[in-house]
């Protein structure tokens, strides 16, 4: 394919691409209008199905084959980071030389580490309910894991994240979406339909169907996939040299 041919694709492709957000941007509700069609639909899904968080209802009920693809993409790229950022054969580890941390640092990250990770569990485990859920709760106690690095050690961190588990926890999260959503179709409906499990009580744990669990798969995913994605690319900044020591 010759350069010319490659810039008509993409005028002919971006041509088309303008001309339907423009339709699409054409036939918006008015700016400020009391007409909102969309979130009036995605409230009404919510509360029928007794969700209190409407964005936890659209992420993990009514789109929740999209939040699949999202999960997809970030397993796929924490594979890909895995794969590219392995140890190769002209490469050995060093071990890293523990530096002094300041009084300050350590104590105020070792204090708050507890709670940054108590933090990120109550947002995973309240995600139906409050703002957040699997992905923001998933974030915030992966990386209130480590703290533990900036408070103590790189050989602190180790101890208590060993890689094998974490990535194997990310794998079985990922399943476990999945198998929550081949459930539906066992039960005679859809794919991840929130029909298997009863919706409970409004405003409660135990609230909205799959919605929670579904939840709690996506912040185990995301937690483990950023846990692995960090050890990598630690591994490369204070690990791994190569045959020269540089």
């Known amino acids: 394919m010759t350069r010319r041919l490659r810039l008509w694709l993409l005028a002919v492709g971006g041509t088309g691409l303008a001309v339907l957000l423009v339709a699409a941007c054409l036939d918006l509700p008015s700016f400020g209008g009391r007409s909102h069609p969309y979130g009036d639909r995605a409230v009404r899904a919510s509360l029928a199905r007794h969700t209190a968080n ?20 970030l397993f796929a790229a924490v594979l890909g980071c895995v794969v590219l950022l392995r140890q ?62 900036l408070g103590a050690d790189y050989d602190a961190l180790e ?54 669990l579904l939840n709690a798969a996506i912040g185990m995913e995301v937690a483990s996939a950023v846990v692995v994605l960090l050890a990598r690319f630690l591994d490369q900044a204070v690990e791994i040299e190569d045959e020269n020591g540089s």
């Open 54 to 73: 409407v964005i936890s209802s659209v992420n993990f009920d009514q789109r929740a084959y999209d939040t699949l693809g999202e999960m997809s993409i």
């Open 159 to 212: 101890r208590v994240r060993p890689i094998g588990v974490f990535e194997v926890a990310d794998s079985l999260a990922a399943c476990a979406y999945l198998v929550l959503g081949l459930s539906g179709l066992l039960a005679g409906t859809a794919f991840l339909a929130n029909t298997l499990l009863p919706y409970g009580t409004f405003n409660t744990l135990s609230s909205g169907g799959l919605v929670p």
């Open 88 to 149: 190769t054969h002209d490469e050995h580890r060093a071990r890293p030389r523990s530096l002094e941390v300041a009084p300050p640092v350590r104590r105020y990250a070792l204090l708050v580490l507890p709670v940054a990770l108590v933090t990120g569990l109550y947002i995973i485990a309240h995600g139906q309910l409050s703002p957040g859920g699997g992905f923001q709760g998933g974030v915030v106690a992966a990386t209130a894991l480590h703290l533990l690095y």
